[in-house]
């Protein structure tokens, strides 16, 4: 497999956005808006910090959250890396030939300006996401 897919952010499962931005914002990271994600079911908001990796925060909005099964096992934790991909549907094709499991559906997010994601799954390296960058 060669892929060469750009790194988008790396995704943190929290309870209290505001309380785990307050962490990062004192290393210098500016955080985003924060918004609900109807399809979700959660609150995102992005922290970025020149040359620094994007960070995602995600929490939930109630206990039928999915993020809570996460959070249940694991605490607040980096649970996944984003990648983009401008054809979505063809990387996630070349992706389950590697044995890939596609855990969601290929759907708009909120956060991401209603650009197309999905989250794949493989033993080996975890849970990725897909967003779709198409080129301008």
Avoid: W
Avoid at 2 to 10: M, V
Avoid at 112 to 133: P, T
């Amino acid at each position: 497999m060669s892929l060469n897919l750009p790194f988008h952010h790396i995704g943190i499962a929290c309870y209290d956005i505001n309380a785990t931005a307050e962490f990062y914002e004192g290393l210098g990271y500016t955080k985003s808006e924060t918004t609900y994600d109807p399809i979700q079911n959660v609150y995102i908001c992005f922290l970025h910090k020149d040359g620094e990796v994007c960070i995602e925060l995600i929490a939930p909005h109630d206990e039928t959250s999915p993020i809570n099964k996460n959070l249940q096992k694991n605490g607040v934790t980096p649970y996944h890396l984003c990648y983009e991909a401008e054809n979505v549907e063809a990387v996630i094709a070349e992706l389950k030939k590697e044995k890939f499991l596609q855990v969601s559906r290929l759907a708009p997010a909120v956060a991401m300006g209603n650009k197309r994601v999905c989250f794949l799954f493989s033993k080996a390296v975890g849970l990725i996401e897909l967003v779709e960058m198409r080129a301008t």
